[in-house]
């Protein structure tokens, strides 16, 4: 069992695209991180929450990685027109992807 003493968690919300490619960056820095999926729930689509171990003063290489790993894209979704006699929808740009990050403070993260 090996305890690291003063950690923090980061819960990283990311598209399941960019989760792999993430994962990776992150275990190429020796950052743990486990996946969790998840849903969206604007546009109901398959999303991963990435639970990220790490170490004090790591934050801003981790948020960096992530960063570059997650991209931004615009996608376009089908909006009805509001008050038209015929319910046509309208295509709406919107921007999906990226990452939501939170970050806990930990005073003792156990890996067994």
């Given at each position: 069992?090996?305890?690291?003493?003063?950690?923090?968690?980061?819960?990283?919300?990311?598209?399941?695209?960019?989760?792999?490619?993430?994962?990776?960056?992150?275990?190429?820095m020796?950052?743990?991180?486990?996946?969790?999926?998840?849903?969206?729930?604007?546009?109901?689509?398959?999303?991963?929450?990435?639970?990220?171990?790490?170490p004090?003063?790591?934050?801003?290489?981790?948020?960096?990685?992530?960063?570059?790993?997650?991209?931004?894209?615009?996608?376009?979704?089908?909006?009805?027109?509001?008050?038209?006699?015929l319910?046509?929808?309208?295509?709406?740009?919107?921007?999906?992807?990226g990452?939501?990050?939170?970050?806990?403070?930990?005073?003792?993260?156990?890996?067994?």
């Amino acid at each position: 069992m090996e305890a690291t003493n003063e950690s923090n968690l980061l819960f990283a919300i990311v598209q399941a695209q960019d989760a792999d490619i993430a994962e990776q960056a992150l275990k190429s820095m020796g950052i743990d991180s486990y996946q969790l999926p998840s849903v969206g729930g604007f546009l109901g689509r398959k999303n991963i929450t990435l639970i990220i171990d790490s170490p004090f003063g790591k934050n801003d290489e981790i948020i960096t990685v992530l960063k570059n790993s997650c991209s931004q894209r615009i996608e376009f979704i089908a909006v009805p027109i509001e008050n038209a006699q015929l319910a046509i929808p309208t295509p709406t740009q919107i921007a999906v992807g990226g990452a939501a990050i939170f970050g806990v403070t930990a005073e003792d993260i156990i890996k067994l």
